[in-house]
């Protein structure tokens, strides 16, 4: 008698008794397959980005099948104990994936039967990221160089006379543990499990509500998990060498509500900030989840800086992994604010040494300082070139890179570069000398235009900055002449999402947060320079909600928690939509049902008109944008058009001044009504075992079969599917990304949402 057959009872009794959250999960609503077809779902992730060896597998069975008597095999090995008779179909974590492929069948006493092939990775990697950096420092307990190492856990409670998490002891349990009611309205005591380990070299934590003396089945999980999941983020943009901590997971409201919280060392922008392990991280994070705590309903980002653009690339890069973020004084992506970072070394060498400028142009204008710079406090570009890192220098001081192995031009030509594109190298790839393509470009970038055209700054002083202001040489040592960097970068950077266009964003519920700009180069026109990247895309960016406060920076004390629980609201909406629309459509159409809108506050949660939040959160430029770009942002490398003085409306140039732009820009300067050099849509799911990154294409869906099943490979995709993690299809359970993938509905750019 088999496993299934045994438990029999036991699965009549779970049908009666499935708590609601998972009445609505991944799985219930896809049961009515077509008559007579067994289906198999992988409920953890992609199929072929499945890490460590353990995927959470999900059979759903047709109504004249026997649920109690399906065999399941891996590669012929039985794995039918590790299943569980639940609503549809059977569910079970299958252990012991053997690296690469392995076909997963689930057959029927009467011949029907499915199968999906899985492709297993090592749980410290790489998944997709391409070869691993190197060297890379492992920290102090690791069992092997991919830093692995046996989870651990600690305990926290809520007392009933309030304050923050307390320690709890499984051994001694205190008697003061409050309870909460969590989003399902299931009471239980507020005690919180906190796990920690290392995947993909780096640590990952994950909290949720646990009862410590109860067993945790991930096929039917305990009651205070309510199958949502928040990602937190860190701040920051820098390249580590070296093992880090995650973010935080601790938010108090969210797991009293019964969210589970995760977060990974990777996904903390300012430890690592390469999109491509940025996602990867997250996806196997995401699987852990699901494989140890129960199938992910949706997933909510959370995060301020660095953690805002962590969530907008990789959102827009690998969709399916969030279906909702909340960035917080956000960056679009790195590469396009790294335009605004190395602009202001630049203008900065310039406006701080006088002998840089001309004596006969005049004393230094404060009008051309804020042109050039964009913004009106000169402090901005202080603090954002001395706080943040210049990841384009191979020679600064780089976390956990021993300096005897670092390059240095004289000494060490072939020493590791601890630049941001040597970083990606499996991004960009290598140029002929061997150091890594970087997308960095000023040729043709009239740097204070605007102010030269309204006024405010002399043709003498637009000459004479443009001539001296210069560029970059490979390693970012200072030159006279505009930096080129090529058409490589270009595209790869475009095609990769290192730069975010915001071609799939519109595919997902986002509310952006901001506070007053105090020259602290948080700068508030990047809000607007992704709503302009939605509007260009998509025709509308009213999936972009913007909430606004007094608070510098994040705008209100209430916003991350109130936040969370907005897009939490609009989600629900979106998960119960079952028609055959787009799931851009049905983003719109469900915040208008939430309710979400935009907000205006006093910082403390009191909301006020919206003119109080034109007035004090204002939005100023970048270089580039004060250059003539537009509000976007994201035109990297701009196509040339001839010099012509006829350019220049109202503006006289004296013959030497136009002497020195002919030399200043030989090749042209920027036309900006046309896209940047290498610009394309993101393609979306990139492995980079590849240089410069190779589609992972579909993700693997199961092949239904009667009789015997003689296929060697068990591959199967559907045309157009969307790829995810955390659910199938992303929301597919209850029809969300179901119909896209069972339909081949795409994103249709300036086609409207129907």
């Known amino acids: 008698m088999s496993h299934l057959s045994r ?18 999960l991944p799985g219930q609503a896809t049961a009515a397959a077509p008559a007579g ?69 689930a057959i029927l006493p009467d011949g029907r039967g499915a199968r999906i092939t899985l492709t297993n990775h090592p749980i410290g990697g790489p998944v997709f990221s391409g070869p691993q950096i190197q060297p890379w420092t492992c920290s102090a307990g690791a069992k092997d160089k991919q830093c692995n190492r046996p989870q651990t856990y600690d305990y926290l409670y809520k007392s009933t006379s309030g304050g923050s998490l307390k320690a709890y002891n499984t051994d ?19 005690i919180v499990r906190r796990e920690t380990g290392v995947t993909v070299r780096d640590q990952y934590r994950i909290a949720v509500l646990f009862a410590p003396k109860k067993s945790w089945d991930p096929t039917a999980a305990q009651e205070g998990y309510n199958h949502k999941l928040v990602l937190t983020h860190g701040a920051s943009c820098d390249t580590s060498y070296e093992m880090g901590s995650a973010p935080d997971v601790l938010l108090e409201d969210a797991l009293s509500r019964g969210f589970a919280v995760a977060s990974h060392a990777l996904d903390n922008a300012g430890h690592n900030c390469n999109i491509v392990t940025e996602a990867e991280s997250l996806i196997v994070t995401k699987e852990l989840v699901a494989e140890r705590y129960g199938p992910i309903r949706y997933t909510i980002g959370s995060g301020c800086s660095g953690g805002s653009l962590v969530q907008q690339k990789v959102a827009n890069a690998y969709p399916g992994v969030y279906q909702g973020i909340l960035p917080q004084c956000s960056f679009t992506d790195a590469w396009s604010s790294a335009q605004q970072y190395e602009d202001y070394v630049l203008l900065r060498a310039y406006f701080e040494d006088p002998s840089k400028q001309d004596p006969t142009v005049g004393a230094l204008s ?15 570009p202080i603090t954002f070139t001395e706080v943040i890192p210049n990841s384009g220098k191979p020679d600064r001081s780089c976390p956990g890179l021993d300096p005897a192995v670092q390059y240095n031009a004289q000494t060490r030509p072939k020493g590791v570069r601890c630049t941001l594109q040597d970083y990606m190298v499996n991004v960009f790839g ?17 740097y204070a235009l605007t102010g030269l055209l309204d006024g405010t700054v002399t043709a003498a002083q637009f000459a004479d900055l443009n001539a001296k202001v210069g560029g970059w ?49 948080h700068d508030v026109y990047r809000t607007y320079s992704m709503r302009e990247r939605l509007k ?14 007094q608070v510098a920076l994040l705008g209100d004390t209430n916003f991350v928690t109130q936040g969370i629980q907005a897009i939490d609201k609009w989600l629900a909406v979106v998960e119960k939509d079952t028609r055959s629309v787009s799931l851009a459509r049905k983003v719109l159409d469900a915040r208008k049902a939430a309710a979400v809108v935009d907000r205006c506050t006093n910082g403390a949660g009191v909301d006020l008109p919206a003119a109080i939040c034109d007035g004090t959160v204002q939005a100023y430029a970048s270089p580039r944008i004060s250059a003539g770009a537009p509000v976007a942002d994201d035109t990297l490398k ?25 030399k200043t820009f030989p090749t042209g300067v920027c036309d900006y009504s046309k896209p940047s050099v290498g610009y394309q849509e993101t393609k979306t799911w990139q492995a980079y075992d590849v240089v410069g990154g190779r589609p992972l294409g579909a993700a693997p869906v199961s092949v239904p079969f009667r009789g015997a099943d003689t296929s060697a490979g068990g591959l199967g995709a559907a045309p157009g599917s969307l790829p995810t993690t955390g659910l199938p299809v992303g929301l597919a359970g209850v029809g969300l990304l179901l119909v896209a993938a069972a339909t081949g509905i795409r994103r249709v750019r300036r086609r409207g949402h129907a």
């Not at 438990?7 to 609505?24: E, I, M, N």
């Not at 639940?86 to 053997?98: A, E, F, Q, T, Y």
């Not at 997902?508 to 020259?519: E, H, Q, T």
């Open 7 to 24: 438990t029999a009872r036991l699965g009549l009794l779970l049908l009666g008794v499935v708590p609601l959250a998972v009445a609505v």
């Open 37 to 105: 077809d067994v289906r198999i779902e992988v409920l953890s992730g992609r199929g072929d980005v499945v890490s460590g060896g353990d995927a959470y597998v999900r059979v759903i069975v047709p109504a004249n099948g026997n649920r109690n008597a399906v065999r399941v095999d891996d590669d012929g090995r039985d794995v039918t104990p590790a299943f569980r008779v639940r609503p549809g179909g059977v569910d079970g974590i299958v252990k012991g994936l053997s690296l690469g492929r392995n076909v997963i069948r």
């Open 172 to 190: 001694s349990p205190p008697t003061d543990v409050a309870n909460t009611t969590t989003d399902q309205g299931k009471t239980v005591p507020f």
């Open 366 to 380: 404060p009008l051309l300082i804020t042109n050039a710079y964009g913004h009106p406090n000169p402090v901005n």
């Open 430 to 446: 290598r140029r002929p000398d061997g150091k890594a393509w970087s997308a960095w470009d000023n040729t043709g970038i009239q």
């Open 473 to 521: 040489n490979t390693d970012l040592l200072p030159q006279a002449t505009r930096t080129d960097a090529g058409p490589i970068a270009m595209d790869r950077a475009y095609r990769s999402g290192a730069v975010n266009t915001g071609a799939n964003l519109d595919q997902v519920a986002i509310i952006d947060l901001r506070g007053p700009d105090p020259g602290a180069f």
């Open 536 to 549: 260009r895309e998509h025709g509308t960016a009213e999936n972009q909600v913007l909430w606004r406060g």
């Open 638 to 662: 701009c196509q040339l058009v001839p010099l012509k003085r006829t350019a220049y409306t109202n503006v006289t140039f004296t013959d030497a001044q136009w002497a020195t732009l002919q």
